[in-house]
Nanobody, 116 residues
Framework: QVQLVESGGGLVQPGGSLRLSCTASGSDSRFNVMAWHRQAPGKQREFVAQILRGAITSYAGSVKGRFTISGDSTKNAIYLQMNSLKPEDTAVYYC??????????WGQGTQVTVSS
């Protein structure tokens, strides 16, 4: 059974940085795509960033230039380096993965709060 576990969330001041990690267990094969999504209070879940085949990255416009996604395919792990954080980045951040183009597996989420 595949499980995704996120870590690294917390409280940070505006302009600060956080690094999220996501590790997959229960899978012997590598994922084709791994991604980060987020959901703010009262809003729908939205795409943040993804990494395809361990190398091709894409970002939501709202985080481009501030967030960096990276991966370690040997560990089925991905990371999200978040810099210049803003209050509007406050959300629960979810890790997701899939063996095709569909994200079939989701983590439980980690809370990120940006506030002074």
């Amino acid at each position: 059974q595949v499980q995704l576990v996120e870590s690294g969330g917390g409280l940070v001041q505006p302009g600060g940085s956080l690094r999220l990690s996501c590790t997959a267990s229960g899978s012997d094969s590598r994922f084709n795509v791994m991604a980060w999504h987020r959901q703010a209070p009262g809003k729908q879940r939205e795409f943040v960033a993804q990494i395809l085949r361990g190398a091709i990255t894409s970002y939501a416009g709202s985080v481009k230039g501030r967030f960096t996604i990276s991966g370690d395919s040997t560990k089925n792990a991905i990371y999200l380096q978040m810099n210049s954080l803003k209050p509007e980045d406050t959300a629960v951040y979810y890790c997701a993965a899939g063996r095709s183009s569909t994200l079939n597996y989701w983590g439980q989420g980690t809370q990120v709060t940006v506030s002074s």
